[in-house]
């Protein structure tokens, strides 16, 4: 039965009064210069237009201001005016680390473009977002265009991390974010863009805290909840979420639904390439493809070795609690190329005097796996598999030939499962309490994640009232209730003179 939803809101006014509407004019258009001071509340920028978020930019650019906190308190439209002089934090090599708090409170910046032509190869950080340290960037949209172009470039360009909303993150937090900044490399036929380029983040570490005793503390990056919509290109490296997850950071309660390319190298869902790093209850349900190493989930899923004295150990990259369902591709001619359902490339290490294995478990792929040539590694699970500890992986029957790709490697990884299998509430238990019947079929009735809607909506479930239901409202509370298409509404307010109560549907 369709539905009309009721949202009853509270407001305070002097009085209860029928108002005459008034007419706001259209905000200005953001002319890529002009910039305001914002008002602040309790420390905090109160940020509504992109004059005032300009203003704000160019202040963390500054030596004592990485500190500065800010609050959206309104959708902000940057009109296409290239932001490479305002990238929060700064961009280059002495960007002076953002370290504040950026709440988005829920609203999107639109808009956004990024353009930066290169000639030689230098640091740089390019995003909304530039070098965050020890920061958070947390209920936020971004919608937009970044461009990397390569015409003039000379050599080859590593050094670059592109993020649509955060370039290059240490020890910080990105939370409840979505991307919709769609990344390209144009004009590159020499190769030379091999830079990781993420939707959400372009490259994720620790930071190391040094104690009064000399010790450290590490502080790990934490990517939570957070979605990529646009379309990525990568250099060596390309991913929706992360383009390169390292040591102990994590990407938790992530997806993926952009189309992912990786010029040269790696390209993956979530992450284009894990030395270390752990992903958590993630998916992916875009296309993915790379020269090289292409995963649904990772495109390659390493381990790291750390000799340095202040750094996070030697870590194993873990991927647990994850889905693919997007077609995965590895387009070169190099027989060492692979592609995977969850991981292009997944590989511990057994050399020299260090044994450490990755670890994948809990995971399920039911998209296709190709090559578009013969004798590549292609697998259902991984291409290329050494060295991993495994545990309770599936894939659609018919996804690929073989679980893992690698001939040299042992193929008994991972059991095989019908379209129907794998929709069985017997394999619902299988596959662990991090998944859930997808009931509203956004899944083509393979099990989802728990914290994922059972529609195709992104927005929280309403309760349905019935219409003889009393429901009671409190002074300086908002409330949404879903109502039949036929239904009543009697609407009862206590005067109180003080309190207005609007219902808008």
Not at 130 to 156: P, R
Not at 287 to 295: L, Y
Not at 443 to 451: F, R, S
């Amino acid at each position: 039965m369709r539905k009309r939803i009721f949202s009853f809101v509270l407001a305070l006014l002097m009085m209860l009064s029928i108002m005459p509407i008034g007419v706001m004019a259209a905000a200005g258009t953001w002319d890529g210069t002009t910039v305001a001071e914002p008002a602040q509340e309790g420390g905090v920028y109160q940020i509504d237009t992109a004059e005032k978020l300009a203003w704000f930019a160019k202040q963390t650019q500054t030596n004592g201001n990485s500190g500065i906190s800010a609050k959206l308190t309104a959708d902000i439209n940057l009109n296409n005016q290239n932001w490479l002089d305002y990238i929060i934090g700064g961009s280059g090599e002495n960007a002076v680390k953002y370290s504040g708090t950026f709440d988005g409170d829920g609203h999107t910046i639109s808009g956004f473009y990024l353009s930066k032509a290169f000639t030689t190869n230098s640091t740089s950080y390019l995003g909304l977002f530039g070098y965050v340290e020890s920061g958070t960037v947390k209920n936020l949209t971004v919608d937009g265009a970044m461009t990397l172009d390569m015409a003039k470039a000379s050599e080859a360009i590593p050094d670059c991390y592109a993020g649509g909303v955060v370039s290059y993150l240490i020890g910080g937090t990105i939370e409840n974010v979505i991307n919709d900044v769609e990344i390209t490399i144009d004009n590159d036929t020499k190769s030379y863009a091999t830079m990781p380029c993420g939707g959400v983040s372009a490259y994720a570490s620790y930071k190391a805290v040094t104690n009064a005793d000399s010790s450290y503390t590490i502080v790990n990056s934490m990517i939570k909840n957070c979605e990529n919509k646009a379309d990525i290109t990568g250099g060596g490296y390309a991913a929706g979420i992360c383009a390169r997850l390292m040591d102990v950071s994590t990407a938790e309660n992530c997806k993926n639904s952009g189309t992912i390319y990786g010029k040269t190298d790696y390209a993956g869902g979530i992450s284009g390439r894990m030395q270390g790093g752990i992903i958590e209850s993630c998916v992916n349900t875009g296309s993915i493809s790379a020269e090289m190493h292409a995963g649904g989930i990772a495109g390659a899923l390493n381990m790291v070795v750390n000799k340095t004295t202040e750094n996070a150990g030697n870590r194993p990259g873990i991927v647990k609690h994850c889905y693919n369902s997007g077609a995965i591709t590895v387009r070169s001619t190099k027989t060492t190329a692979c592609s995977g359902g969850i991981a292009g490339d997944a590989s511990g290490n057994g050399w020299y005097t260090i044994l450490l294995s990755s670890i994948m478990e809990n995971c399920y792929n039911a998209g296709t796996v190709t090559s578009d040539h013969d004798l590549r590694w292609v697998g259902a699970i991984a291409g290329n598999y050494s060295w991993m500890e495994v545990a309770n992986l599936y894939y659609l029957d018919t996804s690929a030939a073989v679980s893992i790709g690698n001939p040299t490697s042992s193929r008994d990884k991972a059991t095989a499962k019908t379209s129907e299998e794998l929709k069985s509430a017997e394999f619902l238990a299988l596959i662990g309490d991090a998944f859930k019947e997808d009931t509203g079929n956004v899944n083509n009735g393979y099990p989802i994640l728990t914290w994922q809607p059972s529609s195709g909506s992104t927005e929280p479930e309403e309760p349905e009232v019935p219409v003889t239901e009393a429901y009671t409202i409190s002074a300086g509370e908002d409330s949404q209730i879903n109502i039949g298409e036929d239904a009543t509404v009697t609407l009862t307010v206590t005067n109180d003179n003080e309190t207005a109560y609007n219902a808008y549907f």
